[in-house]
């Protein structure tokens, strides 16, 4: 429980660090190595070849946080939990959302259309070069509420199960969907594994996101009810069978419309609308967004401490 709450504090109070020895760079230097040598061995075989370089970067992800929490531990049981919450808060990024998406909104506030499709370009993949404010702010939105679950809930969720090494794992999983989970021609074999593991491990989180983007809707006073209707209705309106979830309750929540087509490297891209165009988008929205994002975030944190207890139970 400490390790988690360390974890969790650390994530409010710093948010998500820049270095060069920040873990997921170090996962994807080992997975971005791995596929070199595997296209070579088996360029024959592009998907066993991603099922490969999957299998070995999670478990040496697992054994190298298993490794070095134990010998902190031996060392020094304190330093041991100090360690671990220090991983854990690697593998949460409830501030870092909100600040990547307030560096776009800084731009919009100060009437810099370009300036915010620039920064908006940092942090998603669609095309923002003729974007508009509503556009941008939509984005935003859809970023933040999209990443709730892998980027908040997700990780607490395993480091509830299984303390750091878990929720590591489950980062290092995020990480390789993200290198190699893509459709296009490069990757749509070699990524095929990664893509379809992060969305099993992504399932349960997923939902659980939706549920709680409702119960905080309630608790802050937003549309709580048209919350869940949308959630309901539009939860499978995506490409993903998870990425849907968290956006259908916040759409709902906000009473926004998001979703739809879109240009991904210059190809117009048809996608379902996320719930319905009762309230314009605007700024506030965004604040909106980022408190429910943060009220969810403690109710994840709530959870990961029952899954704690109940999994020391289990085990005592």
Not at 50 to 63: A, P
Not at 72 to 86: D, E, H, P
Request: aromatic letters at 12%; hydrophobic letters at 45%.
């Amino acid at each position: 429980m400490i390790e988690i709450t360390i974890g969790f504090i650390l994530d409010l109070l710093i948010g998500d660090p820049e270095n060069p020895v920040h873990p997921v760079r170090i996962i994807g230097s080992i997975a971005s190595k791995l596929e070199i040598l595997m296209r070579k061995l088996l360029s024959n075989s592009l998907k066993m070849a991603g099922l490969i370089t999957w299998v070995i970067t999670v478990f040496l992800t697992f054994e190298f946080n298993f490794f070095i929490i134990s010998l902190a531990t031996r060392i020094n049981s304190y330093f041991g939990v100090v360690l671990s919450g220090i991983l854990i808060y690697f593998c949460i990024s409830s501030k870092g959302l909100v600040v990547e998406g307030y560096k776009v909104i800084k731009f919009i506030i100060n009437d810099d259309i370009l300036g915010a499709r620039k920064q908006l370009s940092f942090i998603v993949g669609r095309d923002t070069n003729d974007l508009d404010k509503v556009a941008i702010i939509k984005a935003v939105i859809e970023t933040i509420a999209e990443n709730m679950s892998d980027g908040v809930i997700a990780p607490l969720f395993f480091a509830g199960i299984g303390g750091a090494p878990l929720a590591m794992v489950y980062k290092s999983v995020n990480t390789l969907d993200s290198m190699f989970g893509y459709k296009n021609d490069k990757y749509k074999d070699f990524g095929y594994f990664p893509a379809k593991l992060d969305d099993v491990f992504n399932y349960i989180p997923a939902r659980i996101t939706g549920i709680f983007i409702i119960i905080s809707s309630m608790i802050l006073g937003y549309n709580y009810k048209n919350s869940f209707r949308i959630y309901k209705r539009d939860r499978y309106n995506h490409s993903s069978p998870n990425s849907a979830h968290p956006e259908a309750a916040m759409a709902g929540a906000l009473g926004i419309e998001l979703g739809g087509a879109n240009y991904y490297f210059g190809k117009l891209v048809e996608k379902p609308t996320i719930g319905d165009m009762i309230n314009k988008i605007s700024i506030e929205d965004v604040n909106k967004t980022s408190k429910v994002l943060y009220c969810s975030t403690v109710l994840g944190y709530i959870l990961a401490i029952i899954l704690n207890s109940i999994g020391g139970y289990v085990c005592g």
